[in-house]
Nanobody
């Protein structure tokens, strides 16, 4: 059974940083794509960053230059380092995983989310 558990959210002042973590268990597919998504109240879900099993990454324009996605395969953990945070980054952040490389992955597995609040 695949399980994704996010942590690391919280409240931070604009300009600050947070690092989100996603502990994955029961996921053995290769290749795979994992990603961070976010959804703010009243807004559609947005894909923030993705990474595949080869380490290739992709970012939303809103995240480029500020966020970094990475993975520690030994720990089965996905990370999202977020710097220079803005109030617009306030959202629930979700970790997700899917089979295959990112260009064709369907995200079948989702975590429960972790809240990020950025105040000015």
């Amino acid at each position: 059974q695949v399980q994704l558990v996010e942590s690391g959210g919280g409240s931070v002042q604009a300009g600050g940083s947070l690092r989100l973590s996603c502990a994955a268990s029961g996921y053995t597919y290769r290749p795979y794509c994992m990603g961070w998504f976010r959804q703010a109240p009243g807004k559609e879900r947005e894909r923030v960053a993705i990474i595949d099993s080869d380490g290739a990454t992709g970012y939303a324009d809103s995240a480029k230059g500020r966020f970094t996605i990475s993975q520690d395969n030994a720990k089965n953990t996905l990370y999202l380092q977020m710097n220079s945070l803005k109030p617009d980054d306030t959202a629930m952040y979700y970790c997700a995983a899917g089979d295959g490389y990112c260009y064709r992955a369907v995200f079948d597995h989702w975590g429960q989310g972790t809240q990020v609040t950025v105040f000015s």
